[in-house]
């Protein structure tokens, strides 16, 4: 399935906004460059948007967003 996933402000200082069109989301992972894990979070089939302050280090990271009808992808850049 192809959902739609915006993330803003991007590039964000650390306060992000995900945004998957109404669509409910199980959990939302991100990792760095090295694919390590950054961040993750259960959101129980929350409906998005969604509102994170995310205490990453300044970077480029991959965000992975999984609903029910599959998994979506797209990139963050921080920085402060």
């Keep these: ?35 390590r894990t950054a961040f993750t979070a259960d959101l129980h089939n929350t409906k998005t948007p969604l509102t994170f302050n995310l205490p990453l280090p300044d970077g480029i990271y991959f965000v992975e967003l999984r609903t029910n009808g599959g998994t979506t992808h797209s990139k963050l850049i921080i920085i402060r």
Excluded at 8 to 30: K, Q, Y
């Design 1 to 35: 399935a192809d959902i739609p996933l915006r993330l803003f402000p991007n590039p964000s200082n650390g306060h992000v906004t995900v945004d998957a069109d109404g669509t409910e989301v199980g959990s939302i992972r991100m990792s760095d460059l090295y694919g």
